[in-house]
Each structure stands twice: as C-alpha cells, then as structure tokens.
C-alpha cells in the first residue's frame, strides 16, 4: 500500500509532504509512548500515534520512519511541521481515534511491524 | 575511515533540543558511509542517552569517537547518580518525571534498549558523582 492509499482509506489531511504520496508502506505501529516506539520498532514503517511534540519528529528521524499518522484530529505546530518538511517526513491527520485507524488499514492489509523480543539474558 | 572526535553538550531538562546531537551523529555517520542497519542502532542508542542526559542527569555530554574498531559513544553527566543499578537496567522500572512521561517517554525502556543495541555496553555510577555510559558498535 501506498501513502496515498492510507490518505485515501482513512480520509486523512496530509499536512506536510504531498510529493511523497508515492512512497510504499509495509507495515505499522501505533504507540503514544516514543519509548516504546525506540524500543520495539526496528524497520522502517508508518508511525500512527496521538503526541504531537517535536520528540516525535526525532523519534522518526532516528528510526528512518517517512510517513507519521497523528490520530484524533491531532495537528502539531508549526515547527514540528517544518521540521518534519526539512526532513522528507509525510504527516496525516485523521479526525479518528487510534483504535479505529488500525482497524482500517488492517482491514486494508496493512499489517504491523514484526516485534522482536529482547533475549531475556545475554549468554556470551 | 577516517578517525572523528566530536562531543556535544547536553542540558538538563531542555527537551526542546534533546536528540539535537543524536540528529548530528547520525548525519556524520551516515557521510563516513556507515551501513543504514549500524547507524539505526547507533542513532537509537544515541537518542536514548541523550534523553536520559536530559531526563535524569544534572547536565553532561555526549561523545563522539569513530576508529578502526567501530563507533564509540560516551556519555558521562556530572550528577546526581544511579543508587541501583540493576534495578534501573530493569525493563518498565522509570523515575521519569510527568514532563518526560508527558512527552512519550519514561518508560523504563532507555537503559535495556541502549544495551541491546549496543555491541558493547558498560554502565559505571556513584551516587552525588555522576553516571558514565559507554557504548561500541561494530562497523562491520
């Protein structure tokens, strides 16, 4: 699936980033909690989250996410929609809740990012 | 490649400009040509004490060192300690406060991602001293 798609599916604003529609998405994670998105996700994918601070758009740069999703009507200010401009990061927003955005691109077939849980010792 | 050495300062409680030095690191890196799989680890590890730099400590730095062995990142911050060590490597345990918990983290995730990321991981601290963190990634 496509940016576009998802904008098309979750009837979404796209506030920055609308030459990047092109750009093919393969899977997903939704979290409010950057630590856990630091933690768990270790490919590129599409970030659907509900905080709109600038920690946001770092969390992002570091992990090479391109497109974040910002749920129930969330919109970040200006800064945080210039800093995700300068660096080739598509924003959406939807007027929907976490919960129903998953379910709708999950229905679309967009599946989430394969966790991969941490050895529980290290042997060596 | 060639040798780098840069150390970036880092203040306490200034989350506007937290992940400005990882944001650096990671461009530098990426122009010694760094692999994109080394460089995500790198820069989530670097974000991650950066963030505990300036969640938790009284203020310190973060460097920067590149040689033949790898990447090196330290992180060494003037105060106030780590009292337990292990408990505070414990995944979910946090003494963030509500502003970082406010703005996503404080999790209790930083201290175990950094050493999972990490190739090597070395934590020292003294209560009233500081917290010296030091962390090696392979190029390779």
């Not at chain 1, 970030?47 to 758009?57: H, S």
């Not at chain 2, 799989?37 to 730095?61: F, K």
């Not at chain 2, 330290?74 to 963030?96: F, H, L, N, W």
Request: aromatic share 4%; net charge negative; charged share 25%.
């Amino acid at each position: 699936m496509t940016v576009a798609d998802i904008v098309s599916i979750l009837n979404a604003r796209v506030l920055c980033g609308e030459n990047r529609l092109d750009r093919t998405v393969h899977s997903a994670f939704c979290s409010d909690l950057m630590s856990d998105v630091l933690a768990f996700v270790n490919e590129k994918t599409v970030l659907i989250t509900g905080i709109i601070n600038p920690q946001v758009i770092r969390t992002a740069e570091m992990l090479d996410i391109r497109c974040l999703i910002f749920v129930r009507g969330k919109e970040p200010g200006e800064q945080v929609l210039s800093q995700a401009k300068e660096l080739g990061i598509t924003v959406l927003t939807t007027g929907d809740a976490a919960f129903t955005t998953c379910g709708k691109l999950y229905q679309a077939g967009l599946r989430g990012v394969a966790i991969e849980w941490p050895e529980s010792e290290d042997e060596t | 490649m060639s040798m780098v050495h840069q150390v970036y300062p880092v203040a306490a409680d200034d989350f506007t400009r937290a992940g400005e030095a990882s944001a650096d690191i990671k461009r530098r890196l990426k122009q010694l040509g760094v692999s994109s799989a080394v460089l995500r680890r790198v820069a989530v590890a670097s974000y991650e004490v950066e963030l505990n730099l300036v969640i938790h400590s009284d203020g310190g730095e973060l460097t920067l060192n590149v040689d033949q062995d790898g990447v090196h990142l330290i992180s060494k911050d003037v105060g106030p300690g780590i009292p337990d060590i292990d408990q505070a490597m414990r995944e979910g345990y946090s003494t963030a406060n509500e502003e970082a918990r406010s703005m996503g983290f404080g999790a209790g995730m930083g201290l175990p991602n950094m050493k999972r990321n990490a190739d090597q991981f070395a934590i020292e601290s003294q209560v009233g001293k500081g917290t010296t963190i030091e962390m090696t990634f392979k190029l390779a």
